[in-house]
């Protein structure tokens, strides 16, 4: 069995973080997008399989909403389950903070992030038209909200 564990990423994270999410989306956050979401105090959550540093969220809160920035897994390590263990982490320290709303956007193409969001609880609340670059154009945003319940979960 492999062990799977979460920490709070550190500067030290930043190359081996910007280096996962590149592999995992192109378009996805640089080095400096990690670095300044740190500097602003936003919740970033390394997700490690025996020790290897294996993914990433980035969550933004403001009173009692949450906002998810980023969310990336090691290719090589996608389709196990780790995206799954990384959202219901984030979910879960977002909901400690006094969350009881989460907001992310998500390229429209991006089949796979969009079912796993919607077996969250995830709701479409909205698009933002040609919103993201592709490789010959550009895609909307679909906009997402799951709403929490006041309860807050404990460990
Ligand atoms: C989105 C992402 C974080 C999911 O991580 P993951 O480890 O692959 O996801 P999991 O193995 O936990 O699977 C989560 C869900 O994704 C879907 N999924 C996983 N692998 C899939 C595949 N090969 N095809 C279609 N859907 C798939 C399923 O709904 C799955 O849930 P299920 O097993 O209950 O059906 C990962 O694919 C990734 O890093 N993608 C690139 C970055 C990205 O798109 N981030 C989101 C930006 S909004």
């Known amino acids: 069995m492999s062990e799977v564990a979460f920490r709070a990423m550190t500067p030290a994270d930043l190359e081996a973080v910007a280096d996962l999410t590149h ?9 400096r997008n990690f670095s300044d979401a740190h500097a602003s105090g ?3 959550t390394v997700l490690t399989v025996d020790g290897v540093t294996s993914g990433i ?9 949450s906002e998810l920035l980023e969310i990336a897994v090691q ?4 389709g196990r389950g780790y995206g799954k263990a990384l959202l219901a982490q984030a979910i ?6 006094g969350a009881v709303r989460m ?9 796979r992030a969009r079912k796993m969001y919607t077996s969250f609880g ?7 038209k040609n919103y993201y670059p592709t490789e010959n154009g550009r895609e909307d945003a679909i906009l997402m909200t799951a709403q929490f ?3 807050v979960p404990h460990d």
């Open 122 to 128: 995830f709701e479409e609340t909205g698009r933002r």
């Open 42 to 44: 936003n919740t970033l």
């Open 23 to 31: 592999r995992a989306d192109p378009f996805g956050w640089t080095l």
């Open 75 to 78: 290719p090589a390590m996608q």
């Open 92 to 97: 879960a320290l977002a909901r400690r903070n």
């Open 149 to 151: 319940s006041r309860s």
């Open 103 to 111: 907001f992310l956007e998500v390229r429209e193409s991006n089949a």
């Open 57 to 65: 969220a980035a969550v933004m809160h403001v009173l009692d909403e």
